[in-house]
């Protein structure tokens, strides 16, 4: 049901539309995860006006010569982005979707004991070869921005990288993310040891600390 509603919009609305947005159901919460729209209608951008939403379904002939970065293990929304501004967005206000957010087996884990060097890489390459992503980014979800930024940053403390830490420390800085860049600037002083220290309070304390 939840494909041939998808692929009835480009059919019956606009052949134009190459990407249809869709929302999502939280089984947790029970209600929508995409809460800016409440209609269906067209938008400008996906990441910019459809937080929470889901991508429903792609043309193939939108990706063009795109690729994912096989280096960038974690970050499958640089392509997303660059599709992003080629594309003809159509979202429908309907909960096609549904996410488990339940239980202690997520695949995705917030808060890793240990660095994982594939992140290592892939923020390095972020850094280094996808510039205009991240510029993009910060123009249009600085949130976004400096959550990436200040996960990065944290993940150079914990293998001892002081350079790109810096990098990010500057590039928290810069869009005025003062408490992140405040922790990340003890890490950078006084090491990884640091930082599980403040994780321990954080638990204490029953509040999210994302490495």
């Not at 339940?102 to 280094?128: F, H, M, Q, T, W």
């Not at 830490?165 to 990340?184: N, W």
């Not at 003890?186 to 040891?193: H, N, Q, V």
Request: net charge positive.
């Amino acid at each position: 049901v939840a494909l041939s509603t998808l692929i009835k919009v480009p059919k019956e609305i606009d052949s134009r539309i190459d990407h249809v947005i869709c929302n999502c159901l939280d089984v947790v919460t029970g209600k929508f995860t995409c809460t800016d729209l409440d209609s269906d209608q067209y938008v400008e951008s996906e990441i910019k006006s459809c937080v929470g939403g889901v991508r429903g379904i792609t043309k193939t002939s939108l990706l063009g010569g795109l690729r994912f970065n096989e280096k960038l293990v974690g970050f499958e929304s640089v392509l997303w982005l660059k599709l992003d501004e080629r594309a003809t967005h159509y979202y429908i206000h309907q909960a096609l979707y549904i996410y488990h957010t339940e239980g202690s087996d997520r695949i995705c884990n917030a808060n890793p004991v240990r660095p994982d060097p594939r992140k290592y890489i892939a923020y390095k390459v972020l850094l280094d070869e996808e510039w205009a992503y991240l510029n993009k980014l910060r123009s249009i979800r600085p949130d976004l921005f400096s959550g990436i930024m200040f996960n990065a940053s944290l993940e150079f403390v914990n293998v001892h990288d002081v350079k790109y830490a810096r990098k990010t420390y500057q590039k928290l800085r810069a869009v005025g993310a003062t408490g992140k860049s405040l922790i990340v600037l003890l890490g950078i002083l006084f090491g990884p040891s640091c930082l599980d220290g403040m994780r321990w309070v954080y638990r204490k304390l029953g509040k999210p600390y994302s490495i």
